[in-house]
């Protein structure tokens, strides 16, 4: 079970799944802060999921589903372990404090794992420029990141959001 952080968020929802043989995951979903929200409206968001993340013990799943307005960039080597090899775009101060929580609590950012397209690995088109980004991201621990087989964005999956729907197919055994 995941104890209750000390924190309340309206930005961010848990769920915990009992899967089988006594395993378990939890999923967080999140949306952070935009580039103009004020440093501390972000430090007080990021606190919150800080301590949500602790939460959950390591012995269980772990898998964040984000939009954290972050660009996380392609430094491999001053990201080891969190960043792949299939990264978009250049790092942003939302990707840098994204990065540094999933190197703090050794997580790994699935889309950046696998190559394929830039249609399926951007999420949102910027409305003046046209040019499209990766938001969203799909996470979780290292240690898990060989029971994940695919994480893209599904071009054309229009729905209410600006954003495309971002997806992951892995093990749940």
Known sequence: MVSQPHCISPRIMTMHLQLEHGRSMVLISACASTLLTA??????????????????PFRQRLLLLCDFNAHVGRDIVAWPNVLGHHSVGRENSNGTLLLETCAKHELVITNTIFQMPKKYKTTWQHSRSKHWHVLDYINTRQRDISEVYVTRAMPGSGCWSD????RTVLSVQ
Not at 39 to 56: P, W
Not at 163 to 166: D, Q
């Open 163 to 166: 954003h495309r729907l971002l």
């Open 39 to 56: 440093d501390d409206d972000k430090e007080a968001f990021y606190d919150c999921f800080n301590s949500i993340i602790r939460s959950v």
